[in-house]
């Protein structure tokens, strides 16, 4: 079912909402972006259109909404433990198409890696429902459509942002917040077909040792820093870690917690005893680099990455992933159509 709204009629299907569901979309926050007198646009709580940010990609993906940056998992004293209290409310999150089929690979992650599942993650996932945000020009370093990460069927509805807002609805279950507050019209999302960046990725099966040991990535041993920024922008890195908080109050007590990783981080590989492998700034980028567009493939029959272009569009050494993935075609030949 599709509609035409007006924006006083939507803001006001969003209120209703708001009384089931806590909703998400991209925000402007003035002041707070990498440099003096800059925004930032990120995932935060809305309650009418003008506070959605459209014309600007955000700079943060909204996986942090399904896979919290900090997350309890337990609380402990002595000998007891009690999981923390969820709140139940449902979500709803205005996103783009590449970023639902971001959410597509943490699923795979999180829910179809192996038998069991990760139960955290799918608390939060299982109360999520998704508005794409209709994209057809993209934004610069976009390389979705390469990545064919540029259209999706899972959503529960889609909107054409204009002076009037076009539904098109197919969760039934959202079909009586919005039918009395539109009219009936045909439309059908469009999604982009070309971005600025094109990206030829390799063919898989041409990968060998010889690419892992190519001088191409000394050239990321030089220019890396491992901030960890391209990790924590990216909609499909899933990598966290363990951390055991004991109060001061009592030692006895304390909380567990889960936290954002990232393999470009030091200290991310580091073992007891003191050993940690690919030290090598490099080395870090090679296996980022052969996960998002090999291993990940080979394993799922898709590409990790989704072309959002938000590690290029972070860097401060100006390190674009897209080149490095056209790098590593040039080395082993264009994938086979």
Same mark, same amino acid.
């Given at each position: ?28 926050i ?20 003008d ?49 639902? !089929? ?5 699923? +795979?992650?999180? *829910?179809? /890696?192996?038998?069991?599942? @990760? =139960? ?26 390469s ?38 019209? !045909? ?5 982009? +077909?070309?971005? *600025?960046? /094109?990206?030829?990725?390799? @063919? =898989? ?22 901030c ?18 004991a ?63 938000r590690?290029?569009d ?24």
């Open positions: 079912m599709s509609l035409k709204l007006s924006r006083e009629a939507f803001d006001d299907v969003l209120k209703d909402l708001g009384k089931e569901y806590k909703i998400y979309a991209p925000i402007r003035k002041g707070e972006g990498r440099f003096s007198d800059t925004d930032v646009v990120r995932y935060g709580e809305v309650s009418g259109l506070e959605i940010e459209i014309h600007e990609k955000a700079h943060f993906s909204p996986k942090e909404i399904l896979f919290p940056i900090t997350q309890t998992l337990f609380y402990f004293t002595e000998g007891e433990y009690q999981e923390p209290k969820y709140d139940e409310k449902k979500i709803i999150v205005f996103l783009r198409p590449c970023d639902i !089929n971001g959410v597509t690979r943490l699923d +795979q992650v999180f *829910l179809e /890696n192996g038998e069991d599942k @990760d =139960i955290y993650y799918e608390r939060l996932r299982e109360k999520v429902k998704f508005f794409m945000i209709e994209c057809i020009e993209g934004f610069d370093n976009c390389f979705c459509v990545m064919d990460a540029n259209k999706t069927e899972k959503y529960a509805a889609a909107i054409r942002f204009g002076d009037d807002m076009l539904v098109e609805i197919k969760d039934e279950a959202l079909i009586n917040a919005f039918q009395e507050k539109g009219e009936f019209v !045909n439309f059908e999302p469009t999604f982009i +077909q070309e971005n *600025l960046v /094109n990206v030829k990725l390799p @063919d =898989i099966e041409q990968i060998t040792t010889e690419t892992f040991e190519d001088d191409m990535w000394k050239e990321y041993a030089q220019r890396c820093i491992a960890g920024r391209c990790n924590f922008v990216c909609m499909t890195c899933s990598c966290w870690t363990m951390q055991d908080i109060y001061d109050e009592n030692n006895s007590s304390g909380e567990r917690r889960r936290a954002w990783a990232g393999c470009h981080v030091d200290g991310f590989t580091d073992m007891a005893g003191g050993h940690g492998f690919r030290k090598n700034y490099g080395d870090r980028m090679r296996f980022k680099t052969m996960h998002k567009i090999n291993d990940f493939k080979k394993r799922n029959g898709y590409h990790m990455c989704v072309g959002c272009g590690c290029d972070v860097c401060p050494e100006y390190i674009s992933f897209s080149s490095c993935i056209n790098k590593v075609t040039k080395l082993v030949g264009e994938e086979r159509k």
